[in-house]
């Protein structure tokens, strides 16, 4: 799967995307960033990368108990951040801002994955 590809493709799945990424192991391997707005910088984005997989890691770790992990949704009040583990190395990164319909953009997500898998 081409992960700049990827990115660009989710990013067009709706307005409010305003980031798409593919972490693997710390690193950045796909993106497609809109223009405008604030970014951190680079030592707090390298924190975050951190935290962001930490957070899909620890998360996986209980799949034996629940199954495969879908996604998971972090709700701030400026933005959203969506993880879709792609592997079990590879996630992506979904930031989306105010206004869109959760359900019906992380099916848009779900869908185009597994067209592209």
Known sequence: MNYQELCKAVAGLHGS???AMVL???NIVGSHLKSGGPAPDEDEFR???S???MIVRTTKANEDKFGDL???TIHYKYI???FFPLNDHDTLIVGVV???EHDALSVKILRLLVRKK
Do not use: A
């Open 17 to 19: 995307v305003e980031v």
């Open 24 to 26: 693997s192991n710390d």
């Open 47 to 49: 924190h975050m990368i």
């Open 51 to 53: 935290q962001i997989e």
């Open 70 to 72: 879908g996604f998971i």
């Open 80 to 82: 959203d951040g969506l």
């Open 98 to 100: 105010q206004p869109y």
